[in-house]
Structures are given as structure tokens and as C-alpha cells.
Antibody, heavy 116, light 108 residues
Framework: QVQLQESGPGLVKPSGTLSLTCAVSGGSISSSNWWSWVRQPPGKGLEWIGEIYHSGSTNYNPSLKSRVTISVDKSKNQFSLKLSSVTAADTAVYYC?????????WGQGTLVTVSS | EIVMTQSPATLSVSPGERATLSCRASQSVSSNLAWYQQKPGQAPRLLIYGASTRATGIPARFSGSGSGTEFTLTISSLQSEDFAVYYCQQYNNWPLRTFGQGTKVEIK
């Protein structure tokens, strides 16, 4: 069973860059799957941020594309999210996920607050 | 972008009763529709994919139907552990996988 674990700062200053890493265990990030990030503002719904394949191919939500970078580190079996120029609207629980057509596995999520 | 609209926003149901949740797509997504369940403080969990196929370990009281633009999630007899928020998601318009805004199923 593939398990995912997010890590990174829980507090980011406005205009700064949010950086999160997702460690994958119980499976290889080089498998034929996509790996994605989804976020959920407090009390609100889910928003797909983007995804990456082990080859490095990426797809991003057009609404965030100018600020998002997702990368993969096969040697560490992990992938990462960077979101630049953050504002309070980026405060959310961020989930890393495994995509097999649909999202089959989710990390527990990590709350990132944007505040000075 | 395909917009997914769920109704109602909140559904009040008594334990043992049937719950019917709706999800509408702004354009056809064929059968590329999934349902997720999210309990407070937890990550979502996949319930249904392909509009009607239950994910591994999902009880038979959960069923999905529909195709094109209209979809339904039915919980035949609500158990206490089923009170949660349910989201639909289309994955036809890959790679932009859009979610509905959610339906909260609460105890009546």
C-alpha cells in the first residue's frame, strides 16, 4: 500500500514561496502513475493544483500555473511543490496524492498558513 | 474548464434512511466521474470511479450512477460513519481534474 507524507513549513509570509515535499513509501515514484497536489482552504472545497510524472512531465491548474512548480526527486522517492508570491488566499491544507486515473491515495495533509 | 455543481449543499438524513446526492457537469464527462468521502480532519477517500464502480473496500450500500452530465451517489441505508462531506470529481477533461463544491450529509 502506497503511503504519502507531506512535510514543510506551516507558516509562510505573504509574497513568499510555499515549499512542500511529499515522501512516497510502499511504492516507487517511478511507477506508471501521476503524482499530484490538491489543496483545501479551511472550511472550503478541494482544488487540484497540478501533477507530475516520474519523467518530469507536468500539468498545472491554469489558475495557478504562473506561480506553481512541481518537481520530482527519484533518488529520494519524493516530489515537491513550490508556490510563489503567496497571499492569505493560499492558506489551506495541502495534500499530496497518487493518481491512477483517479486519486487513489492521499497524504494526511499539512496546513500551510500565509501570514506575517 | 468543466464546472461541477453538486446539490444539495447540505442533506439532513436520519440513520437507516436513503441519501441521494447529485452532481452535474457543465459539459459531458462521459463516465469519467469519481466520488470521494471526507470526514472532519481527514483526507478524502475514494468511493466510486468510472461513475459506478466501487473502490476497493467500499461497502455495497454506496452506489453511483449516471453518465454525460448528470450523476448520482446513493447511500442506501445511512450508517453513523457515513455522515461526512462528499465530493464529485471529473477526470474526463484531463489534465484539469475539477471537483464539485461538496455535499455535507448530516444527521437529521
Amino acid at each position: 500500500q502506497v503511503q504519502l507524507q507531506e512535510s514543510g513549513p506551516g507558516l509562510v509570509k505573504p509574497s513568499g514561496t510555499l515549499s512542500l515535499t511529499c515522501a512516497v513509501s510502499g511504492g516507487s515514484i517511478s511507477s506508471s502513475n501521476w503524482w499530484s497536489w490538491v489543496r483545501q482552504p479551511p472550511g472550503k472545497g478541494l482544488e487540484w493544483i497540478g501533477e507530475i510524472y516520474h519523467s518530469g512531465s507536468t500539468n498545472y491548474n491554469p489558475s495557478l500555473k504562473s506561480r506553481v512548480t512541481i518537481s520530482v526527486d527519484k533518488s529520494k522517492n519524493q516530489f515537491s511543490l513550490k508556490l510563489s508570491s503567496v497571499t492569505a488566499a493560499d492558506t489551506a491544507v495541502y495534500y499530496c496524492t497518487l493518481v491512477r486515473g483517479v486519486i487513489t491515495n492521499w497524504g494526511q495533509g499539512t496546513l500551510v498558513t500565509v501570514s506575517s | 474548464e468543466i464546472v461541477m455543481t453538486q446539490s444539495p449543499a447540505t442533506l439532513s438524513v436520519s440513520p437507516g434512511e436513503r441519501a441521494t446526492l447529485s452532481c452535474r457537469a457543465s459539459q459531458s464527462v462521459s463516465s469519467n466521474l469519481a466520488w470521494y468521502q471526507q470526514k472532519p480532519g481527514q483526507a478524502p477517500r475514494l468511493l466510486i470511479y468510472g461513475a459506478s464502480t466501487r473502490a476497493t473496500g467500499i461497502p455495497a450500500r454506496f452506489s453511483g450512477s449516471g453518465s454525460g452530465t448528470e450523476f448520482t451517489l446513493t447511500i442506501s441505508s445511512l450508517q453513523s460513519e457515513d455522515f461526512a462531506v462528499y465530493y464529485c470529481q471529473q477526470y474526463n477533461n484531463w489534465p484539469l481534474r475539477t471537483f464539485g463544491q461538496g455535499t455535507k450529509v448530516e444527521i437529521k
